[in-house]
C-alpha cells in the first residue's frame, strides 16, 4: 500500500504543477488503484548496468529508522541499511532500505542501487497524510539528497 502511494506521489508531482491537487490525485489513487512499472526483488546481471559511486555529502551519523517523528519532517537526517525491494517510476525510483530497526521507502530522481546492496542515504524526512474511510495509513518516506553504497564484507568471502 505505501509503495502505490509513493509511486502516485511521485507521479504527481508533474500533475500537481499543472494544477491538479496533490491530495485528488492521491485519493483517487489509493481509491482506484495504480500500476507500477518495474517491480523487482532482483535484477538479473545482464540487465544491470555498472553503478557509478555516489558520495555522502553529510558527516550525520545514521538515524534508527523506527526513530523518526514528526517533528522530524523536512530535516535533513542520514539512514544506512540495505536494499530490500525498489521499483521504477515515471520520473525515478523508490527504493526500500531496511536497518535492524525496520524498513523506510526512498524517493529518488537518480538510479536506484541494486537489491542486497549496503547503502548510506541522506535525505528530507517526508510524511505523507492518507486517510482512506477513517483508516489512517500515512507514513514517513526520505527524500534522497545524496547516497553512498557501502561495501558488503560478506560480498568479499
Do not use: H
Not at 482506484?32 to 546481471?45: D, F, I, K, L, R
Not at 523506527?66 to 523536512?74: C, G, I, M, P, R
Not at 527504493?95 to 521507502?105: A, I, K, P
Not at 510524511?127 to 545524496?146: G, Q
Amino acid at each position: 500500500m505505501l509503495l502505490t502511494r509513493l509511486i502516485t506521489l511521485f507521479s504527481a508531482r508533474s500533475a500537481a504543477l499543472a494544477g491538479v491537487g496533490l491530495g485528488v490525485v492521491l485519493a483517487g489513487s489509493v481509491l482506484g488503484g495504480c500500476t507500477v512499472a518495474e517491480v523487482s526483488s532482483e535484477t538479473p546481471a545482464a540487465e544491470a548496468p555498472a553503478r557509478l559511486p555516489a558520495f555522502r555529502l553529510s558527516s550525520q551519523p545514521a538515524t534508527a529508522i523506527d526513530s523518526l517523528t514528526d517533528e522530524q519532517v523536512d530535516d535533513t537526517i542520514t539512514v544506512s541499511g540495505k536494499i530490500a525491494q525498489r521499483a521504477a517510476v515515471l520520473e525515478g525510483w523508490l527504493y526500500q532500505v531496511q536497518d535492524e530497526t525496520g524498513s523506510l521507502w526512498v524517493l529518488t530522481d537518480r538510479d536506484a542501487p541494486e537489491v542486497g546492496d549496503s547503502v548510506t542515504v541522506e535525505g528530507a524526512v517526508r510524511y505523507e497524510p492518507i486517510v482512506v474511510d477513517d483508516i489512517n495509513v500515512s507514513e514517513f518516506y526520505l527524500e534522497e539528497k545524496a547516497d553512498r553504497q557501502t561495501p558488503d564484507p560478506q560480498a568479499d568471502s
